[in-house]
């Protein structure tokens, strides 16, 4: 597994422009497959050079791929990729290849598998760990239809921290289905596959023999005296563990095989042929593979190459615009840092993503209080309630995507019992090229309905810093506050942050017939929508609720008694802000006065990948979409900005 360079491709005709579909693939020889797979590298290297995106995984499997493809009769054999940043090569040899460079673009392909794709992507996955679970359901679907096709999914090791992958591990061995399960082992593997006894060895325990002999095996010992059946299996453990390190797949009730060389042709194809043919299962193959494998700075950088801007192929120098603000992220970090340098109770929890949410910089500063627990959200929560049992004060920094998994501990471990964990949620709003399975769209609508739960929107990144410094000094409840992604919008940052008054917005602009509240990093917007109205002759005042929950119900009040229209803005979807104020004026009865009330939220629909400020005008939730939204209310005509238009 040394250090292979990214190879010219050939001046003749390249094998990888004979392949459209794996069915081509299966035509070549098993000779040729080792000159596609450096050609599909060189592709992948490539097209990410032009789109940005996901690297590092997809090159590492990018023999896996070729095997998988060749070996199994794809797509009627179900092929379920793990997270689903690891498929950009499956992309190029399943049809996709002249459309490669549209991705994660506007309108063009997914950075993840996706159903309505391509039919060689019978699940999407972007969220991790879903891959077992979806196949044990699929292999099931197909035992009771009759059907005889096999389904195979491909899990990353960093999916396998997460303990929804053992759920389904535990119900597949139990069950006996057939399934087989490809551990990309990508970091640290159980045991190295080094030296030809070893790939000797694995070929052997691969092979519809070695697996028959093995289920004899045991089923003669269940025949025993349960004294001599509790021996057989420890002497055939200890064997088998001897040479494998698989024991604890096997006491799942898998059927273990490897490790080997996934970057061996010469091992992955007899060995998956074995799979394929066996009538054993489930079966897990545990692959060893190196991430950026083939590109030289991908191999050199692992973590700085998992995700990249667009780069230059040669340096291997990424091609990003010099920040003109620090980003949300980095705020966050670098003011938790701040507050715990005062503070020795507080810690710092993450699920597997220390750099994605500033954790990182914590780490550095208070290594013993920080926590990354890997991908396992729910564990994260309720750890930070235990920390929070014990008068610590526990900061949960999670993607608003991500917490959605964690969503039965939020309630039944934290809010239930009053716990003051602080939920710092990253990624909030649209997120552009991610596209929707990572958009934060759901948190305030998923946390509103707590009871006694304070919830935080910043308009800037110096908001951002006064509201770390008022989480810390809630210690009666769970509280939260969201920030996007990407850079701030250039505030003044204070030397040091300032605890808000609970429950309390502040008003910017003062007008009299139209007034805007927003929630969030859309304040911006909201100015800019008064700049407008005000050349149509309407005063508009502006405000930033900066709570949700408490509501400012005295500002509210105010505002809708003194203006005609009333316009609620956030980056959520229905069932956030604007609902809780529309509930709250329904309460008050200000509604019956005649006030005209719009909510301005993300429409009802999930929103495909784009440039985020697209999106949010696609949405309507720009200066424009204000705009209209109050013509709408005034029962006005309006006719949308030319910079609106084309976006």
Not at 44 to 51: F, G, I, L, P
Not at 111 to 121: I, L, M, N, P, V
Not at 245 to 250: A, D, H, P, Q, Y
Not at 549 to 556: A, H, M, T, Y
Request: charged fraction near 25%; glycine fraction near 10%; include cysteine.
């Amino acid at each position: 597994m040394g250090t292979q360079t990214i190879r010219p491709l050939p001046h003749e005709k390249p094998l990888l422009d004979k392949v459209v579909t794996p069915e081509d693939l299966r035509k070549l020889p098993a000779t040729d497959l080792r000159q596609l797979a450096d050609e599909l590298r060189a592709e992948t290297v490539d097209a990410v050079s032009h789109t940005g995106g996901h690297l590092g995984a997809g090159l590492g499997v990018v023999e896996l791929t070729v095997a998988l493809h060749w070996v199994f009769d794809t797509p009627r054999d179900r092929l379920i990729w793990d997270v689903g940043h690891q498929a950009y090569p499956h992309k190029i040899l399943t049809g996709r290849r002249d459309r490669i460079r549209t991705l994660r673009q506007g309108g063009g392909l997914s950075g993840f598998t996706k159903r309505a794709e391509s039919q060689y992507d019978p699940f999407g996955a972007a969220h991790s760990s879903t891959s077992i679970s979806a196949g044990l359901g699929m292999a099931v679907a197909r035992d009771l239809k009759g059907g005889t096709n096999n389904v195979i999914a491909v899990i990353g090791d960093g999916a396998m921290s997460a303990g929804m992958a053992y759920e389904a591990m535990n119900n597949a061995g139990a069950r006996d289905e057939r399934l087989i399960v490809i551990l990309n082992d990508n970091d640290m593997s159980i045991a190295p596959p080094t030296g030809a006894l070893s790939k000797a060895l694995t070929r052997m325990t691969s092979s519809g023999a070695y697996l028959h002999l093995r289920d004899i095996a045991k089923q003669l010992a269940k025949k025993l005296p349960k004294k001599w059946e509790r021996r057989a299996a420890r002497a055939e453990e200890m064997s088998r563990t001897y040479w494998s390190g698989g024991i604890w797949f096997e006491e799942l009730g898998f059927y273990y095989v490897g490790p080997i060389d996934g970057h061996d042709l010469d091992q992955l194809l007899p060995v998956l042929k074995n799979v394929r043919d066996s009538d054993q299962a489930p079966i897990l193959v545990h692959v060893v593979t190196k991430k950026g494998k083939g590109y030289a700075p991908a191999e050199a950088s692992d973590d700085k190459y998992h995700g990249v801007a667009k780069f230059n192929v040669v340096t291997g120098a990424q091609v990003k615009p010099k920040p003109s603000a620090p980003s949300y992220t980095r705020v966050f970090g670098d003011s938790l840092v701040d507050e715990a340098q005062r503070d020795d109770r507080i810690v710092a929890v993450t699920a597997a993503m220390p750099e994605g949410t500033g954790v990182d910089r914590f780490a550095k500063a208070f290594p013993n209080r920080a926590f990354d627990v890997g991908i396992a959200e729910q564990h994260a929560v309720t750890f930070a309630a235990g920390l929070a049992a014990e008068g610590m004060k526990p900061f949960a920094a999670i993607y608003s995507t991500f917490l959605q998994r964690g969503y039965d501990q939020i309630v039944h471990d934290v809010a239930i019992q009053h716990l003051p964990v602080r939920f710092a949620i990253d990624r909030a709003g649209l997120v552009g090229a991610d596209g929707p399975t990572h958009a934060g769209s759901f948190d305030l609508a998923y946390l509103g309905c707590l009871p006694d739960f304070v919830i935080m929107a910043p308009a800037d990144e110096a908001e951002l810093k006064h509201m770390v410094a008022t989480a810390v000094q809630i210690d009666d409840r769970p509280s939260a506050f969201r920030y996007p992604r990407g850079e701030g919008t250039g505030a003044a940052m204070p030397e040091r942050g300032v605890p808000l008054q609970i429950g309390k917005g502040r008003v910017l602009r003062e007008g009299s017939s139209v007034a805007i509240v927003s929630l969030g990093t859309r304040l911006g917007e909201a100015l800019a929508a008064a700049d407008q109205l005000a050349g149509f002759g309407l005063s508009a005042t502006v405000a930033d609720a900066r709570f949700m929950k408490p509501l400012d119900g005295d500002l509210i009040e105010r505002l809708a008694r003194e203006h005609e229209v009333l316009i609620t803005i956030e980056e959520g979807s229905i069932g956030g802000f604007g609902s809780h104020v529309l509930h709250f004026l329904a309460d008050r009865g200000l509604l019956e006065r005649g006030l005209k009330f719009r909510s301005l939220v993300l429409p009802d629909t999930f929103i495909d990948h784009d440039k985020p400020e697209l999106m949010y005008a696609r949405a309507g939730l720009n200066a424009d979409g204000i705009v209209g939204a109050v013509f709408s209310a005034l029962g006005r005509e309006h006719k949308p900005s030319i910079h609106a238009v084309r976006a």
